[in-house]
Structures are given as structure tokens and as C-alpha cells.
């Protein structure tokens, strides 16, 4: 029996169902898209930071007060500031180089045709028969001229390494400064030339003696020994050249003693050998090449007066034209391959020990009106 007063005003009535028809979709119809479509003028890509984020701010630049920035070093940075410190400070690197190969070139000459024109037997740079004397006065005078050019490579890569140093702060130096700075680290400087000297004729030697003791037997063995031989003393003496490579920037600028250096030098070198190799490698080609295309107009003109010379003026002149032709290509490339290493050093230092915080400090102090060695005992910090 039905209520009259039921239901209340404002429900519905018995019955009513509150959900919609069948058939009845609340959303979308299918492929309805409720954002604009791709490519729709002010859609963002993909990957577009969401609203209210911008991309990252850029880096600041590095310091740069000298000749590289103050931050881990690109093959580019190298090179770049090994020509840099040259150009910032010509009288210091090309002037040195200049004086120092020009003195030790003369020294040479002067010692190759001094004991052959006091014998008159000049004829022989001509290639005519000499007596026994002869051959003996040359030899020993080649090994007189070859030790005099090594001690004064030793000394101007001393003093180049003096310099590119304060370059690094863009702190100029003089000639007579760079020789205060170097002239008590000669010593050192000397022994570990002359270690490398037994580091490469030891097994130079043993090798060679090997292969005559076992060509006396058979010459097939002999040549069949010499090839593995042979390159293995070439990946040792690859070896050895690349991890000593630091060790004379190590005496003059850290000031270390020679078996310290080279310790000090293998532990650097070891962390990155392949990459300090192949700078190494790519830094002597370019020297090389620079060398050979400022010195072979002189070394091929004077060999060409020499072979067809016929007086002794000739083969004077064929000899001083030989002489400056080694000459120039020292001076063009010798402060280059000095500055290419010292660079690559100090690449090394700041990868392996935050050494760019050290320098970034050293830039501070060295602010203008600072005095030009205020930034030396840098160098000398030694991070665990």
C-alpha cells in the first residue's frame, strides 16, 4: 500500500536508477585527444624540460692568466700553449735557444775539423782515403761534438723548463733569471742523462752481442732472434721514454734528486701512460716535421757542395752550411718540444692530484705588481 507522502520532495521516485543508459560513456570517445597534436604550433619536444625549468646554467671559463687555463688539459691546450710561451717571450726562449745552440754548433765544427785540417788530411770529409791517425782523430772528435751538443741540450731544456713555469702564472723571466733558477739543478740534471745514456746502450748492447755470438753459428738463427730482439728493445726503449718522460721537470721544478724524480716520474706517467705516450709522439712528429722543413734547404745544399767539392774552402763552406742548418732547426723546435712536455706534466699533476687548485691559488697571489717568482715554491707541492 503506497504512502502518499513518500517519497520526500526533491528524490526520485521507486524505481529511478541513478547510473545512465546502457551505452552511456562518461569519457571520451576513442582517439579523442585532450592535448594538441605533435608538430601543433607551441608543442614542446620531446624531452623539453617541464614548465619552470630552464636548461643549466653554462660553466664559467676557466683561469687562464698565462699560457694555459687552470682546469685539465686538452690535446689542443698543449700544443697551444707550448707555441704560446714562445711568442709571449721571445728574447727569453728563442734568444736562449739561439746563443745555446749557436755556442755549442761552433764548438762542434770547430772540434770535428780542428784535429783533421791540423793533420792535412781535410780530404777525408770529401771521401778520400785517410790514414789510421785520421780515422781516430775523427771519431774522437764526432764523440767530443756529440757530448758537447748533449750537455747544452741538457742546459737550455733546463732553463726552457724555468720558463714555461712562470708562463704558466703569464709571469715573464730573463735569460739571467732562467740561469739562477736552473744552475744549482745542473748536477742532477747531468746524472739523469746519464742513466738514461746506461738505460738505453745496457740492453742496446746485450742485444747486439746476442745476435753476433749466435750469427757465428747460424746466420738463419741469428736473423730469426734478432726479430723478436729488436722489437722487444723498441717497446723498451718506448717504455722507458715515456714513463721518465717528467723526470727533468721533476728536478728543476719540484727540485728533486735524480732516483726521487724518476720514482716520482714512472707513479704520474703510470695513471695515463697511452695518453701521455701518444702526446709525446704526435709533440716529436711536429717538432720534426718543423725541423726538417726549416733545416733541409742548408743540410741538403751544403751535403750536395760537400760530394762534389774539390778545394778545402768548398768543404769549409759545405760543413758551415751542414752546421747551420742543424742549428736552425734546434732553435726553431727545441723550446716547442720543451714546453710540450712541461705542459703535458703539469696536464698530469692536475688529473692526478687537484694540482689546478694549487695554481688557481698561485694565479691569486701572482696579481699584477706581485713579484715575478712569487709563484715558484708552488711547483714544489707534493699531494699524497
Known amino acids: 500500500m503506497s504512502n502518499p507522502g513518500y517519497p520526500p520532495p526533491g528524490y526520485p521516485p521507486p524505481g529511478y536508477q541513478g547510473y545512465p543508459p546502457p551505452g552511456y560513456q562518461p569519457y571520451p570517445p576513442p582517439g579523442y585527444q585532450g592535448y594538441p597534436p605533435p608538430g601543433y604550433p607551441g608543442y614542446p619536444p620531446p624531452g623539453y624540460p617541464p614548465p619552470g625549468y630552464g636548461p643549466p646554467p653554462p660553466m664559467p671559463p676557466a683561469i687562464k692568466p698565462g699560457v694555459i687555463p687552470l682546469r685539465p688539459l686538452t690535446l689542443t691546450d698543449i700544443l697551444n700553449g707550448a707555441f704560446s710561451y714562445i711568442r709571449t717571450n721571445p728574447k727569453a726562449t728563442l734568444g736562449l735557444t739561439t746563443v745555446v745552440v749557436v755556442v755549442a754548433q761552433l764548438i762542434g765544427l770547430v772540434l770535428q775539423i780542428g784535429p783533421l785540417a791540423a793533420m792535412g788530411e781535410l780530404g777525408m770529409l770529401r771521401g778520400e782515403e785517410a790514414s789510421t791517425a785520421a780515422l781516430l782523430g775523427s771519431s774522437a772528435s764526432s764523440i767530443a761534438s756529440t757530448v758537447t751538443t748533449l750537455l747544452s741540450s741538457i742546459v737550455l731544456s733546463g ?15 730573463t735569460i739571467g733569471e732562467a740561469w739562477q733558477r736552473v744552475r744549482g739543478r745542473l748536477l742532477p740534471l747531468f746524472g739523469y742523462m746519464l742513466l738514461w745514456l746506461l738505460a ?9 752481442f746476442v745476435v753476433a755470438i749466435v750469427v757465428q753459428f747460424s746466420g738463419a738463427a741469428a736473423f730469426v ?51 701521455v705516450l701518444g702526446i709525446r709522439l704526435l709533440a716529436t712528429l711536429v717538432a720534426g716535421v718543423i725541423a726538417g722543413a726549416v733545416s733541409i734547404p742548408f743540410s741538403l745544399t751544403g751535403q750536395l757542395m760537400l760530394m762534389g767539392s774539390e778545394s778545402t774552402a768548398t768543404t769549409l763552406i759545405a760543413l758551415v752550411l751542414v752546421a747551420v742548418g742543424s742549428a736552425v732547426g734546434q732553435i726553431v723546435t727545441a723550446p716547442f718540444s720543451a714546453g710540450a712536455v712541461v705542459l703535458l706534466y703539469t696536464d698530469r699533476r692536475i688529473r692526478a692530484e687537484a694540482f689546478d687548485l694549487v695554481l688557481q691559488t698561485g694565479a691569486a697571489i701572482a696579481a699584477p705588481g706581485a713579484a715575478p717568482d712569487s709563484t715558484d715554491h708552488l711547483w714544489l707541492t707534493r699531494q699524497p
Open 159 to 173: 732553463m726552457l723548463t724555468v720558463i714555461v713555469g712562470r708562463a704558466v702564472f703569464g709571469a715573464g723571466i
Open 200 to 208: 738505453v746502450a745496457v740492453p742496446v748492447f746485450i742485444v747486439v
Open 225 to 275: 732472434l734478432a726479430i723478436p730482439l729488436g722489437l722487444g728493445l723498441i717497446a723498451l726503449l718506448v717504455y722507458l721514454w715515456t714513463v721518465l718522460s717528467f723526470a727533468p721537470p721533476l728536478i728543476v721544478l719540484e727540485r728533486l734528486g735524480v732516483f726521487p724524480s724518476i720514482s716520482r716520474s714512472v707513479r704520474l706517467v703510470k695513471g695515463d701512460f697511452w695518453r
